[in-house]
């Protein structure tokens, strides 16, 4: 099993597909990763060397934000709508969807769970 960044990747799926169970990859970012150190998008997880492994925790440390770093930036951001007094800021304090969706008939649920914290 290999992991990166405290996230472990499951040894069957393939590399494409393994990649994004990293917060802040996506299949978009794997799949540049994959081209840009020149591996197959087939090859699976347990194939991998522990110098593709070193190759693909060096592409990644250097060129993406991953896991608690970018927790903390998105956290960071809302708290910065929230404290300048934005309209987006007010919808993430009351738990209320932030970008533009109607909650006449949609977002119920959230409505729902806002008021039982209350």
Known sequence: MLVLFGVSLSKEKKLIYALPELRGIGLSNAQQICKEL???PEIR???LTEEQNFEIAKKIKEGFMLE?????EE????QRYVSNGSFRGFRHKNK???????TH????????MSLKLK
């Open 75 to 78: 956290k960071s951001n809302i």
């Open 96 to 102: 209320l969807p932030v970008r533009g969706q109607r």
């Open 105 to 112: 008939s949609n977002a119920k649920t959230i409505r729902r």
């Open 45 to 47: 997880v347990k194939n």
């Open 68 to 72: 608690g770093n970018l927790r903390e």
């Open 38 to 40: 020149g591996y197959s």
